[in-house]
């Protein structure tokens, strides 16, 4: 029963109405208002959190569907949980307080309740726009330098490829890579994000994947001498052609696949002998493997964007209720740059 200092108000989510099978679809997903009390517990170390911004990353779409792996498929008439950037409203922590900005796992819902306070990261720099905390300077961020410093261990004057690279990782990766004077090429699926990547984030090349019949010729059109580093966003048919041109000592930084996530059977990949005659390196990894290592990374990442040494792409949309059409949007392409939905703004 709700005490006299208890306040309840409605909250609007967006809740998993079935799973999803194959591709994730707008009416698997439903918006609903529920009510939430914006008092925690007395006793609990829970907060409650007014939504700002929260972020469609091309895993929630797996996530949407029935795994059958405890704790990765979403709960049905849930509301879907994702990264996002929040004001602490009321607090049972102690290094949390009322007013405070966070960023972490939340709900795409007006307000959460949040028990596993462990996945929230307190925002001190805010002469940055907050939205950044769902992209650069949150879980893409964290991934694009692990993957490529980490994972890739890259070297000046290397040839680097990104796929999928005007996206939320992608486009940082590139721009890391021509900070360490390497030599950048990324693909992407429209004319515009081709230009973009050529004009605005400085690859020295770009292509548009699916105006080419023949990646592999792709490839060898724009590293004649082969790759040193393949940032895989996609997999398949273009891993396959990567294959084919990584020179020796190559490393393969696996960040994800997207082209294989909505598929009933995965593609095959033909060419992995070339691993062993190339002596090519390829890993996997999660962002959250180097979330231990954030205040490291805000360190090196911070100066870039105040000295406007890098930029960040975003694709803004307004309201939860337009959140599902933007995540969907996802695997066809229709983002351009880092996905991110305003939930409030205020
Ligand atoms: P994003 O900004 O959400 O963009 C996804 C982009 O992927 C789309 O805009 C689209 O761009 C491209 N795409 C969609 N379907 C495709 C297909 N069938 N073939 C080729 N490209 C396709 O993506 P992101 O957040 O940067 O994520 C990029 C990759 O990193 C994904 O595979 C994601 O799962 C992975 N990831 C991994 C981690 C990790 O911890 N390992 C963390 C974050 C992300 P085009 O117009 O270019 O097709």
């Given at each position: 029963m709700a005490s006299d200092s208890e306040v309840v108000v409605n909250n609007k989510q967006v809740i998993l109405k079935h799973f999803a099978n194959g591709a994730p679809k707008e009416s698997d997903l439903e918006v609903k208002t529920s009510s939430i009390s914006l008092k925690v517990e007395p006793g609990s170390n829970a907060v409650i959190v007014k939504n700002l911004y929260v972020s469609c990353d091309p895993l929630m779409g797996n996530r949407m569907?029935?795994?059958?792996?405890p704790g990765l498929s979403y709960t049905l008439e849930s509301p879907l949980e994702a990264f996002g950037v929040a004001r602490v409203v009321?607090?049972?922590?102690?290094e949390l307080k009322t007013g405070d900005l966070v960023w972490g796992a939340v709900g795409w819902e007006e307000y959460s309740l949040i028990?596993?306070?462990?996945?929230l990261f307190k925002i001190h720099?805010?002469?940055?726009?907050?939205?950044y905390y769902t992209g650069i300077l949150g879980m893409p961020g964290i991934t694009a330098w692990a993957g490529f410093?980490?994972?890739?261990a890259p070297k000046k004057g290397e040839n680097v490829y990104i796929s999928a690279a005007s996206g939320a990782v992608g486009q940082l990766v590139g721009q890391f890579a021509k900070l360490m004077g390497c030599y950048v090429v990324g693909s992407a699926g429209s004319k515009e994000k081709v230009e973009i990547l050529k004009n605005?984030?400085?690859?020295d090349d770009a292509f548009n994947y699916k105006e080419e019949q023949d990646l592999n010729g792709a490839l060898k059109r724009c590293f004649p001498e082969g790759i040193d580093i393949y940032f895989e966003n996609v997999g398949g048919k273009m891993l396959d052609a990567v294959l084919q041109n990584m020179r020796n000592h190559g490393r393969i930084t696996?960040?994800?696949?997207i082209s294989q996530y909505n598929l009933r059977q995965p593609e095959g990949v033909h060419n992995l002998m070339n691993i062993v005659f190339q002596r090519i390196q390829m890993k996997g990894f999660f962002a959250t493997d180097y979330f231990h290592e954030y205040a490291k990374f805000l360190e090196v990442v911070l100066p870039l964007i105040r000295e406007g040494k890098i930029i960040y792409l975003e694709d803004i949309v307004e309201g939860l209720e337009n959140a599902p059409a933007a995540l969907v949007g996802l695997f066809s392409g229709r983002n351009v740059g880092k996905q991110v939905v305003v939930v409030s703004k205020d």
């Amino acid at each position: 029963m709700a005490s006299d200092s208890e306040v309840v108000v409605n909250n609007k989510q967006v809740i998993l109405k079935h799973f999803a099978n194959g591709a994730p679809k707008e009416s698997d997903l439903e918006v609903k208002t529920s009510s939430i009390s914006l008092k925690v517990e007395p006793g609990s170390n829970a907060v409650i959190v007014k939504n700002l911004y929260v972020s469609c990353d091309p895993l929630m779409g797996n996530r949407m569907k029935n795994l059958g792996i405890p704790g990765l498929s979403y709960t049905l008439e849930s509301p879907l949980e994702a990264f996002g950037v929040a004001r602490v409203v009321d607090s049972g922590h102690s290094e949390l307080k009322t007013g405070d900005l966070v960023w972490g796992a939340v709900g795409w819902e007006e307000y959460s309740l949040i028990n596993n306070t462990q996945s929230l990261f307190k925002i001190h720099h805010t002469d940055v726009p907050l939205s950044y905390y769902t992209g650069i300077l949150g879980m893409p961020g964290i991934t694009a330098w692990a993957g490529f410093y980490e994972l890739a261990a890259p070297k000046k004057g290397e040839n680097v490829y990104i796929s999928a690279a005007s996206g939320a990782v992608g486009q940082l990766v590139g721009q890391f890579a021509k900070l360490m004077g390497c030599y950048v090429v990324g693909s992407a699926g429209s004319k515009e994000k081709v230009e973009i990547l050529k004009n605005k984030l400085g690859f020295d090349d770009a292509f548009n994947y699916k105006e080419e019949q023949d990646l592999n010729g792709a490839l060898k059109r724009c590293f004649p001498e082969g790759i040193d580093i393949y940032f895989e966003n996609v997999g398949g048919k273009m891993l396959d052609a990567v294959l084919q041109n990584m020179r020796n000592h190559g490393r393969i930084t696996a960040c994800g696949m997207i082209s294989q996530y909505n598929l009933r059977q995965p593609e095959g990949v033909h060419n992995l002998m070339n691993i062993v005659f190339q002596r090519i390196q390829m890993k996997g990894f999660f962002a959250t493997d180097y979330f231990h290592e954030y205040a490291k990374f805000l360190e090196v990442v911070l100066p870039l964007i105040r000295e406007g040494k890098i930029i960040y792409l975003e694709d803004i949309v307004e309201g939860l209720e337009n959140a599902p059409a933007a995540l969907v949007g996802l695997f066809s392409g229709r983002n351009v740059g880092k996905q991110v939905v305003v939930v409030s703004k205020d």
